[in-house]
C-alpha cells in the first residue's frame, strides 16, 4: 500500500523495472495529499483496484482507458464532479464509487449535502457493473443516462442524486429491470421536489437497502412487496394524510427504520403485531408531531430508539414500556419540558 505523496515517484520508477511492481493490483492511496491524479498510476497496467478516496483530486484524465484491469475506481470524497468518456474502456469495471457529502455537527436535516457525478452518456455498455454511486441525472443528457442504467443488470448498488420529476418513469423503466439490485438511494433535486416511482410495476425483489429523498404524495404502492427489505429511509416525504407506518409495519425483514420528515400529522401510532423484526428506529424533523404512542405487541425486538428534533414533542412515547428489549434512547434537540 502506498499512502503518501512521495512514494510516487518511487512507484513510477519501479513500475517500469522488471522487479515485479509492475504487477501491482491493489493501490490505496487515501487521504494522500494530491490535488492532481498522479500520472505514475498509469504504468500499472494490471491494476484492479485504486482508490484516491479523501484527496483533493479534480480531474481523472482520459488516459485513465489504460488500466484495462481496473476493477473498482474509488473516488469518494475528492473534488471530482464528471468522468471522461475513456471510462467506458474499462470493460471489467465492477465498482465506481465517486460521491462526497457535507458532514453536518449532529443528526443532520440539511437535504442538499451530497454530491455525486455526472457520468458518460452511454454508462450501460458497463456491463459488468455492480456499484454505480452516485449519479447526477439533473442534466441535458439526465433522461438518456437513466434509460442506460436498465442495462447494467449486474447493478447490485444504484444511487442517484438529484433525480427530475419528469425522468421518474424513465428511471422506473430502468429499476424493472435491475434483478440483482440489492441497495437503492434516490434522492430529488431539492426537499420540496416530488419522488413519484408508483409507476414501478414490479421492484427488485432482492432490495435490501431503499432510501427515497424527496416528497411523497404517499408511499409506493410497492413497498409492501419488498421481503427482502431490511434497512428504509425516507427522507423529507412530507405526507399529510397518509399514515407512513400502515404501508411498512408488515415487512418481514425491516430491522431499521430511519423517518426524517416524513409525516407531518400530530401523532404516530405503531400498532399491535407490527414491526416485528425492527431492532433501530429514528424519528427526526417532524415539526408538527405531538404524541409518539406505542400499542402492546408492537416492535416487540426494538433495541434503539432515536427522537431528534420534533421539537413539539413534550412527553415520552405512550407504551414505551411494552419495548421491553430496549436498550438506548436516543433524545437530541427536543423540547425543555420533554427533558
Known amino acids: 500500500m502506498f499512502n503518501a505523496t512521495d ?34 498510476v498509469l504504468k500499472l497496467l494490471q491494476l484492479r483496484y485504486l482508490s484516491l478516496r479523501g484527496t483533493k483530486v479534480k ?66 455498455s458497463l456491463s459488468s457493473l455492480q456499484k454505480l454511486c452516485s449519479i447526477e441525472t439533473n442534466h441535458d443528457n439526465g433522461t438518456i443516462l437513466l434509460g442506460e442504467v436498465g442495462k447494467l443488470t449486474q447493478l447490485r448498488k444504484l444511487q442517484i442524486e438529484r ?20 441497495s437503492l438511494i434516490v434522492r430529488a433535486t431539492g426537499g420540496d421536489e416530488i419522488i413519484d416511482l408508483d409507476s414501478l410495476s414490479s421492484p427488485p ?70 414491526f416485528q423484526t425492527l431492532v433501530r428506529l429514528y424519528l427526526t424533523g417532524f415539526k408538527g408531531m405531538r404524541w409518539v404512542k406505542v400499542e402492546a405487541g408492537s416492535m416487540p425486538h426494538l433495541e434503539e430508539l432515536f427522537i431528534r428534533q420534533c421539537e413539539l414533542v413534550e412527553e415520552l412515547p405512550s407504551g414505551i414500556e411494552h419495548l421491553t428489549n430496549l436498550k438506548s434512547l436516543d433524545l437530541y434537540d427536543m423540547s425543555d419540558g420533554l427533558i
Open 205 to 274: 425483489q432482492l432490495l435490501r437497502t431503499l432510501c427515497l429523498a424527496g416528497s411523497l404524495h404517499k408511499v409506493p404502492h410497492w413497498k409492501p412487496s419488498l421481503h427482502s427489505l431490511v434497512r428504509l429511509v425516507l427522507a423529507w416525504s412530507k405526507l399529510r394524510d397518509v399514515d407512513p407506518l400502515e404501508s411498512l409495519q408488515d415487512l418481514p425483514s425491516l430491522v431499521e427504520l430511519d423517518l426524517l420528515q416524513t409525516y407531518e400529522g400530530e401523532e404516530l401510532c405503531f400498532k399491535a403485531g407490527g
Open 163 to 182: 433525480l427530475r420529476n419528469e425522468d421518474e418513469r424513465v428511471l422506473c423503466s430502468s429499476l424493472e429491470k435491475l434483478s440483482n439490485l440489492r
Open 59 to 124: 480531474i481523472i484524465p482520459k488516459s485513465i482507458g489504460k488500466l484495462q484491469n481496473l476493477e473498482t475506481l474509488d473516488l469518494k470524497n475528492t473534488y471530482v464532479t464528471e468522468l471522461p468518456d475513456d471510462i467506458l474502456k474499462l470493460q471489467r469495471l465492477r465498482h465506481i464509487l465517486l460521491y462526497r457529502y457535507i458532514q453536518y455537527p449532529g443528526p443532520s436535516i440539511h437535504f442538499q449535502h451530497h454530491y455525486g457525478f455526472k457520468a458518460p452518456t452511454e454508462i450501460g
Open 7 to 40: 512514494s510516487l515517484s518511487k512507484l513510477s520508477i519501479l513500475a517500469s523495472s522488471n522487479d515485479g511492481l509492475s504487477l501491482l493490483t491493489v493501490l490505496d492511496l487515501r487521504g494522500a495529499l494530491l490535488e492532481t491524479f498522479p500520472n505514475e
